[in-house]
């Protein structure tokens, strides 16, 4: 492997383990879903990142360090990644309230996800993470998807397969919100399960036909059509 992969690969190891890493596959040095924070923002060319909820904050962390990398490469010019955490809910709040893990190039953004939806623009990739109730992951991905950039973006929903939903009843709508929002919109979804799960919300290329094109079809079904009756009629 040549030098500058390593390289690459290296900082995706740099990346310390936090609390809660293990809830994206994550272990003894084993980066999991952590790669995919990494690999996305970085494939992208990502200039703005939103993280909305993450207690030990690991995927800002790999997000920045994409970051780090597309500078090193002169492909961006400036770190652009906010943490987007109220306080609030059942998870989180120890490690977001010592600051313990923040890395200090992280923009801290101490509101509701929804409340703070309007003060951004233009942003490349998205990681939800806070309520993670049907209604507020619905509630997050409905007020972001208009601040997506124009170009190529994606989402990152987490807590996908959470096991715990279904063992305490905890209030866990992840993979049905992020599946039926991606439906309504016509995207294109994956579901990682890797850790609690992951799924992966991009733009669909698979777009339906144009009025031209479903007309050019038809004229096109009817040709085939005539051209297979004379050739039978031929034989
Ligand atoms: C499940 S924790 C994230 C932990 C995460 N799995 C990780 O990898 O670190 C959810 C976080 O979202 C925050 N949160 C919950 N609801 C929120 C909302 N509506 N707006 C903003 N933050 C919220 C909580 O304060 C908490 O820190």
């Known amino acids: 492997m040549s030098s500058a992969a390593l390289d690459l ?3 995706i190891f740099d990346v310390p383990q936090v609390k809660w890493s293990d809830s994206h596959g994550a272990v003894d040095g084993h980066q999991a879903a ?3 924070y990494f690999c996305l923002p970085y494939m992208l060319k ?8 993450s207690g030990a904050g690991f995927v800002p962390m790999m997000i920045l360090a994409a970051q780090r990398r597309l500078i090193k490469e002169n492909v961006i010019s400036k770190l652009d990644v906010t943490l987007v955490d109220a306080h609030t809910g059942i998870w989180g709040l120890p490690v977001y309230q010592t600051g313990g893990d923040i890395d200090p190039d992280l923009k801290l953004v101490k509101q509701l996800s929804a409340d703070a939806a309007s003060s951004f623009a233009n942003i490349d990739y998205i990681h939800v993470d806070a309520d993670h109730s049907y209604e507020g992951v619905t509630s997050d991905l409905e007020c972001y998807f208009p601040k997506l950039s124009k170009g190529e973006w994606a989402i990152t929903v987490h807590d996908t397969d959470n096991p715990r939903a279904a063992q305490g009843g905890l209030p866990l709508g992840a993979w049905d919100a992020a ?19 992951t799924a992966l919300i991009m733009p669909s290329k698979d777009e339906p036909p144009s009025a031209f094109g479903r007309m050019f079809g038809r004229w096109k079904e009817r040709i085939m059509a005539r051209t297979r009756a004379s050739a039978i009629g031929t034989r």
């Open 34 to 36: 952590g790669a995919l």
């Open 179 to 197: 599946r039926d929002f991606a439906h309504r919109h016509g995207l294109a979804i994956v579901n990682f399960h890797i850790g609690c799960g």
């Open 9 to 11: 690969m290296g900082t």
């Open 46 to 53: 990502a200039k703005t990142c939103v993280v909305l909820g």
